[in-house]
């Protein structure tokens, strides 16, 4: 089994930033990307950002391009997702997965565990 704890989620002004993090436990990947996705009430679950295991490969959702960063520490079994100029549209719970292989995918389908989600709300 697989476990990820999201957590430092919060309520930040627009413009401001903030750091969301996920530590995993259980059942180890060495190759495995991890994704971000987030999900605003009454709308569906849409993809934020992607990393490969080595780092060095990253893709992100247009709407968050240049202003977040996705990056993981393998030693801690952490992702970080570090989100600046924040907008009120950036709110929503906040979810990091972990893909079933190597390739950074956008595809929800593309991943198979999930944790609980953070909440983020960013305020006008």
């Known amino acids: 089994q697989v476990q990820l704890v999201e957590s430092g989620g919060g309520l930040v002004q627009a413009g401001g930033s903030l750091r969301v993090s996920c530590a995993a436990s259980g059942r180890p990947c060495n190759s495995c990307a991890m994704g971000w996705f987030r999900q605003a009430p009454g709308k569906e679950r849409e993809f934020v950002a992607v990393v490969s295991w080595s780092g060095q490969t990253t893709d992100y959702a247009d709407s968050v391009k240049g202003r977040f960063t996705i990056s993981r520490d393998n030693a801690k079994n952490t992702v970080y997702l570090q989100m600046n100029s924040l907008k009120p549209e950036d709110t929503a719970a906040y979810y990091c997965?972990?893909?079933?292989?190597?390739?950074?995918?956008?595809?929800?389908?593309?991943?198979?565990?999930w944790g609980q989600g953070t909440q983020v709300t960013v305020s006008s």
């Open positions: 997965a972990r893909a079933f292989g190597a390739a950074p995918v956008r595809t929800d389908l593309g991943y198979g565990y």
